[in-house]
């Protein structure tokens, strides 16, 4: 007997506590579509932000996360979220150029010279310009994950100075600095969905494509490749966006713990992006193919080539957005 009442008690006194600690979180479903694979860190990330969210909303708000691009693509799965028909999408800032030219600064080339680097930049300032930007648009950038530095991988033959990139078939994302990017080092740039990669590398239709490691792996992309090369040409961010439709209808409460959760999956990626990049690569080599370390004296070429591209895209960028960002990173560098 005296158990049973203490048992009822604790279920009131639980009861009386959760009741108020989650009235401010109703049920929601939120689809986070993806271009990347499950086993990409963003399911890391999204597990994270999952335990997270279960903590502060008492479970109401939940995760259903779509990979492999079964919602479509980047470009279309953003496009949803602005007229509010999916909450929530992991997309490159670099096929959303066409709704706000101001990402394309982050597909200069050679812009960023470490992940803590470009940490420093997203997280803070000039980040949150860019998410101001981004919400004018329609979209609520929660945080920004990382996709990475960015390396050549190509069925043709070793690259290991610019003139090996001649007359090669390179997919670029839908971006026309990357496709300039190519363009100028001589290569034969195609722009391309992400969703269509695979099979273009398989069939031959496109001689290359350039991507992290992380998703020449786990996109498996070395299984129809031969030859890698460490290029880093360019380190591009992942956005975690929401529709600002339908975040716009969520209490305050739900905002907070999706922010702030996105943060605590934002770290957790970012975490074993780094712990798998060797382990990807290594796999990568394991699979037979050759990968090739730009010399230093090259990647100075390669990057010294490439810098009209800065000049050409400028305008289009804003001028003060690239402005901006030379700064902060000069102030970083000192
Ligand atoms: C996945 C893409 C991918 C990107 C690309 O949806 O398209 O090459 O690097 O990560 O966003």
Redesign the pocket.
Known sequence: MRKLLLATTAIAFALSSAVPAFAEFNDRNIRIS???NAD?PVGNGIKAMQACLDEKSGGKLKITAFWG?ALG??LQATQALRSGVQEGV???S??LVGIIPALGVFDLPFLFGTPQEAYQVLDGKFGDMMNEKLEAAGLVNLAYWE?GF?NLSNSLRPVTKWEDFEGMKV????NNIFLDTFQNLGANATPM???E?FSALETNAIDA????YV?IDT?KFFEVQKYITETNHAY?P?LLLFSKAIFDTYTPEEQAALRECAVVGRDEERKVIQELNKTSLDKIKAAGLEVNVLSEEEQARIREKSMVVYEKHKAEIGAEVVDAIIAELAAIRK
């Open positions: 993806n271009g990347i990409h691009g693509g980047d992991v997309t490159s670099s096929p996709n960015r997919r670029v994302m839908q969905a992400f969703g990669v494509q350039e991507n992290p998703t996109s591009t992942f």
